[in-house]
């Protein structure tokens, strides 16, 4: 209550029934006492500070821009620490100016928000920001430089007996990321890259504020990797598997779209799309909250899910056997030899065991080819006798070059036997699914084992 004989403010307890002087003693008024508002402040010390459209956010180390009161919803409100409760709160004005009022000596936060709650309560409020902003930033003080994390509290602020001005807050509207969606003709392909060219795009009002409502290319900005891909599918950045997303995404800075691919390393039955979810970041260093989705579809299912596939030269012999977990529409096998990973020559061919070339259930297969060099040659030799005895005016002539194709024959296939002899070297195998219609969709490479 108000003493106004002594010019003093004093604090009731109705309990003990005593009293103490709050605030310092003021010029007496009239001979009538009064009750006060237990909100109200004694001696005002004036905060005031403004709200900036923020639009580079603290790239220029300065908390600074236009003032704006972000739609109209914002509120400054002051925190007193030392009694818990909101002691005044501020509607920011258009211009994006606001004033508080503070009693001295005392130690307060001052937050940024659109839920204020009420005067007087014990709960703090919680940084609310109109749909699409963010805060980019706060301080105490024009000068360069910030109060921490952008978080929209200023924490902490002990106000003496002077009015403390250029209490600021930096806002900024958030980057928006955009879906797309990539179509591929027929099935997804075991290990190949899929290009993801042109899928990553974002709109942001301060970067783009004439910008394609559908998304502008994000190359050398920033995005985050926020979910990975969906039904056996990895995704690559130059050439390296994005695995461990950690607590915050996979960030990507100066990204370029030519190095994100897409690879389906896990084959699943039936599988035909599969998607994961990422989002932009401006300029400011705003992250779009609500991730976007990239979406891969195929216009066929994976028609033959191949399981496990092993190879091994015995004796002479390379023996290749595979499991197939699922087929569809499946025609036959062709069984690829290579001697280097990449380039692939047919060396068998198989038929679907499956009925009609469907099944859901597992199938194994296995092929077997002898790779002796002499038998090889024997076989060369007899083709080259049948010609000899069409041609028998020529039949000197065709013996030399039988001979001659005889040796280079033995020659070559007795290297390549060699070479899958020696530990040091080795065979790859890899087997190719060819579906009715013609469409073809490969396992994994394997090396093979020399027993």
């Not at 310092?24 to 900036?52: K, L, M, R």
């Not at 001005?165 to 879906?179: A, C, K, L, W, Y």
């Not at 899910?305 to 030269?313: D, E, L, N, Y």
């Not at 065709?398 to 065979?427: A, E, H, Q, R």
């Amino acid at each position: 209550m108000f003493a106004n004989l002594q010019g003093r403010y004093y604090k009731i307890d109705i309990t003990n029934l005593t009293s103490v002087q709050v605030g310092p003693t003021v010029a007496a008024y009239e001979n009538n006492d009064g009750a006060s508002c237990p909100f109200a402040i004694f001696e005002n010390v004036a905060i005031s500070g403004n709200v900036f459209y923020d639009v580079n956010g603290l790239t220029d180390n300065i908390v600074n821009g236009t003032g704006t009161n972000g739609g109209g919803t914002l509120s400054v409100v002051l925190w007193d620490i030392d009694e818990g409760k909101i002691l005044d709160i501020a509607s920011v004005e258009p211009d994006g100016t606001y004033i508080l009022a503070a009693a001295p000596g005392k130690n307060y936060n001052i937050i940024l928000t659109s839920e204020p709650g009420t005067l007087g309560s014990t709960t703090p409020p919680s940084v609310v920001l109109p749909a699409g902003w963010s805060v980019t930033g706060q301080k105490v003080g024009s000068g360069t430089g910030s109060d921490g994390e952008p978080s929209g509290i200023l924490s902490n602020v002990v106000i003496g007996n002077d009015d403390v001005s250029s209490v600021n807050f930096g806002i900024s509207q958030q980057p928006e990321s955009h879906d797309s969606v990539l179509p591929i003709d027929g099935p997804p392909v075991p290990n190949q890259n899929i290009p993801l060219t042109g899928l990553i795009k974002g709109s942001d009002a301060e970067d783009f504020p004439d910008g394609d409502p559908n998304g502008e290319d994000w190359t050398g900005r920033s995005i985050v990797i926020t979910s990975l891909p969906t039904n056996g599918f990895a995704l690559y950045y130059n050439n390296n598997p994005i695995t461990d997303l950690g607590e915050n995404g996979y960030r990507i800075d100066n990204f370029d779209p030519s190095q994100l691919t897409l690879q389906l390393v896990d084959p699943v039955s039936g599988v035909d799309v599969t998607s994961f979810t990422y989002s932009v970041i401006d300029a400011t260093g705003l992250q779009d909250p609500t991730p976007a989705t990239v979406s891969v579809q195929f216009s066929e299912a994976l028609p033959v899910i191949f399981g496990a596939i092993s190879a091994f030269f015995e004796n002479n012999n390379l023996t290749i056997e595979w499991e197939v977990l699922k087929e569809e529409n499946n025609s036959h096998f062709i069984v690829e030899l290579s001697s280097d990973g990449v380039h692939f020559k047919q060396i068998g061919k198989v038929s679907s065991k499956a009925i009609g070339g469907n099944s859901d259930i597992p199938l194994t297969y296995t092929f077997s080819k002898s790779i002796n060099p002499v038998v090889l040659g024997l076989s060369f030799l007899t083709f080259l006798v049948g010609g000899i005895l069409c041609r028998r005016k020529r039949w000197i002539a065709s013996l030399l070059i039988c001979f001659g194709c005889i040796g280079i024959l033995y020659s070559c296939s007795k290297s390549d036997l060699d070479k899958l002899n020696k530990d040091s070297s080795k065979y790859f195998v890899r087997i190719a699914q060819v579906d009715k219609d013609g469409t073809t969709t490969y396992s994994k490479t394997i090396t093979v084992i020399k027993k």
